[in-house]
């Protein structure tokens, strides 16, 4: 196989046609906002059938335990809890772990940010009382702490929830026979769920505990995610309209950025590498963009009217900082029509000049990352987007 060259280049960003938003399969337009689920049901289901595949309903055995409890965390700021959610009767079912830190203050319910995170929850925090978690025991505590500025998300009065995405499936292409896949029988079909179908699975078991956890607001819950996770916080966010604010943290090709685009990383290129991550049916589409039937600014658009956010990094060309940015654009027009605005910039705005509509963007400085200038504006994003706790 001829190794992939990445286009950087905007000259050579083909010319393309976007799928409507606002235009049914049948080719009648959706006039007005009565008829727009019509249209979202039916855009869900292309990006079931065509990208990520389709997921099951929560198991019956379901159940939660709370592990651990401190109520004077972080040198007596914070309520840090351990629930383990079990996926199924039994102490062998798959299990996530979800670490939670709400302000000790507190006088109601906490509105909270959730991710999944890469490498253990023990990375987010160097704190030794947290739990190691035996299956990425290798990653060192506080590893990926700068990701995760919790007492910073504490003192602005969010909680924050974290999951390793190991806990739901291992991040290789093992053919689903561990993580929550092993739980259900596998269809061999074209549709079936691959790896970032499983950890927005895990996102949105994580809301059912949320909604059984009074110190919880959850009704103002936001989804966030970085890159691959990124993507999975965004297809949570668009199969479970209980999340009230999603972010894509640097999503890239196969999250925010639009694929038609071709620009960095690519559909074909992403299947190659990753053949895991999304349904079969999306390998149909390597090298021929403009045959899949949606694209991304569709999944964006499925969060309307709730608050979304793109942000993008300047020196991440991989993930198209501008296809970011166009993926938010071309959402807009639902959200106009569902009568909120949508993403008040024309163009591509300036380094570090967000755009705080109802769509909101950014571009900062720096590379593939997350970093408190993300959070920051994350939290002003939610604060202004009515989060904040009254
Ligand atoms: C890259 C991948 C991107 C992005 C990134 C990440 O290797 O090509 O799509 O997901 O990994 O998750 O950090």
């Not at 936001?222 to 894509?248: P, Q, Y």
Request: glycine share 8%; charged share 25%.
């Amino acid at each position: 196989m001829a190794e992939f060259v990445a286009n950087y280049d905007e000259d050579k960003v083909p010319d393309y046609t976007l799928p409507d938003p606002l235009v049914f399969e049948d080719g009648t337009a959706v006039q007005n906002a009565a008829r727009w689920h019509k249209r979202r049901a039916e855009i869900l289901s292309l990006f079931e059938t065509h990208m990520y595949g389709k997921m099951p309903a929560a198991t019956a055995g379901m159940h939660f335990e709370t592990r651990y409890v401190n109520d004077r965390a972080l040198e007596g700021t914070a309520v840090r809890r351990e629930v383990r959610v079990h996926f199924a009767a039994g102490a062998e079912a798959p299990w996530m772990d979800i670490l939670i830190h709400l302000p000790k203050d507190a006088d109601g319910p906490a509105p909270l940010f959730v991710g999944l995170n890469f490498n253990g929850n023990h990375t987010t925090h160097p704190d030794p009382e947290i739990t190691l978690n035996d299956r990425a025991a290798n990653a060192a505590r506080g590893q990926a702490a700068s990701r995760w500025p919790v007492t910073r998300v504490l003192a602005r009065g969010y909680g924050l929830g974290t999951i390793y995405c190991g806990d739901l499936d291992p991040d290789c292409d093992d053919g689903f026979q561990n993580g929550v896949h092993a739980l259900f029988e596998r269809q061999n079909a074209g549709d079936a769920w691959g790896t970032i179908g499983a950890w927005a699975w895990g996102l949105i078991r994580a809301m059912d505990y949320f909604v059984a956890d009074e110190a919880i607001d959850h009704t103002r819950v936001a989804a966030m995610g970085h890159s691959r996770l990124g993507k999975t916080a965004l297809w949570a966010g668009a199969r479970d309209e209980r999340f009230a604010l999603v972010i894509s943290n640097n999503s890239g090709c196969g999250g925010a950025a639009l694929s038609r685009r071709r620009y960095g990383e690519t559909v074909g290129r992403i299947n190659t590498r990753f053949p895991h991550w999304f349904c079969d049916h999306f390998k149909q589409y390597n090298e021929r963009e403009d045959a899949l039937p949606i694209d991304q600014h569709q999944l964006i658009a499925l969060m309307a009217p709730r608050p979304v956010y793109v942000a993008s990094a300047e020196r991440d060309r991989w993930a198209d900082p501008k296809g970011e940015f166009l993926g938010a654009k071309h959402a807009d027009p639902v959200y106009r029509l569902l009568g909120t605005d949508g993403l008040n910039a024309e163009n591509m705005p300036p380094v570090h000049e967000p755009v705080t509509s109802r769509i909101g963007y950014h571009i900062r400085a720096g590379g593939h990352d997350v970093t408190d200038y993300d959070w920051d504006r994350y939290m002003d994003f939610a604060d202004e987007h009515g989060h904040k706790r009254a």
